[in-house]
């Protein structure tokens, strides 16, 4: 018999002030997690915190820019007691042609998306090593990381990156009972992209999707439930991809 319960269980999210994160987030306490609330913008954040303790759940906040070694350091103290559950949401996107990519922006999408994703992924394993406790890492990928669409080479390259990098600490730490697991979302509708998708290019877009739709934050609670939990006891170094059928879409 499965159930997924969290009691008990530290969650650490990053990106955790909007969107993915902050729907991730709130399904983890939902689940009874502890969820340490990890981003940039402290403000966001804290309304994240309140419509997770209006449901009552419990979390707390803390700064963290994924693309600062010592804000990572600070974020995950060698004296706390290590995470159980950390899920890397944080994330860029951008748009543009590959002849066009400024390098800073090439750097600061494969600094975010994929360097970012090593910093924590590094740092919550070490805490988990010295304290001998396992855990479980959640990494936030995307389809672009499995196939690739116009306009986003950076993007597609970081996250392809992040299903390997996935594969190789899976492989490294399942020794240390840590697991590390990738899900890769297609398009979800979020604030930021709900006009486009609105327009014509838009709707052309969602109906190249199988399922005809666009992804909406709650199809990602079964997937992330499962990698979160023991549910997943026997899985590692594997990604679930949740897209409505995109990958599959007719060539
Ligand atoms: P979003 O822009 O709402 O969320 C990204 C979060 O990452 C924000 O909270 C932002 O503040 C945080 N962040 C960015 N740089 C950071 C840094 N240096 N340090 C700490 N936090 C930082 O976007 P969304 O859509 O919620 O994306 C979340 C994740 O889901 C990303 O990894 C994205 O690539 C992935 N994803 C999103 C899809 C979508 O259609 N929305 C599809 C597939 C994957």
Redesign the pocket.
């Known amino acids: 018999m499965i159930s997924v319960d969290l009691t008990g269980r530290r969650a650490l999210v ?8 902050r729907h991730v987030s709130q399904v983890l306490a939902r689940f009874g997690a502890h969820v340490t609330l ?4 402290m403000a ?1 954040l804290e309304e994240t915190a309140s419509q997770i303790s209006k449901h009552g759940g419990n979390s707390e906040i803390v700064h ?4 600062d070694d010592a804000s990572v350091s600070a974020a995950l103290p060698a004296d706390a007691r290590p995470y159980d559950i950390v899920v890397n ?5 951008h748009g543009g042609a590959a002849l066009d990519i400024r390098p800073d922006e090439w750097a600061r999408v494969i600094d ?2 994929l360097s ?1 994703v090593f910093r924590v992924a590094q740092t919550a394993a070490k805490r988990m090593v010295e304290a001998g406790r396992g855990g479980t890492i959640v990494n ?5 990381g499995l196939r690739v669409a116009g306009g986003v080479a950076a993007y597609a390259t970081a ?1 392809a990156g992040v299903i390997q990098l996935t594969r190789a600490l899976a492989l490294e730490w399942a020794r240390h009972d840590i697991r590390v697991n990738s899900l890769c ?4 509708e ?1 604030d ?2 709900r006009d486009f998708f609105a327009s014509d290019a838009g709707k052309a877009m969602i109906r190249r999707i199988p399922q005809r739709r666009l ?1 909406r934050f709650e199809d990602l609670d079964g997937p992330l439930l499962l990698f979160a939990s023991d549910a997943s006891r026997f899985m590692t170094g594997t990604e679930i991809v949740v897209d409505g059928g995109h990958l599959v879409s007719s060539m």
């Open positions: 990053t990106g955790a002030s909007s969107g993915v994160g990890a981003a940039r913008r966001a963290l820019d994924v693309t949401n944080a994330g860029v996107a975010t998306d970012g936030v990928a995307s389809i672009a996250k979302p297609g398009y979800i979020t930021l992209n992804g």
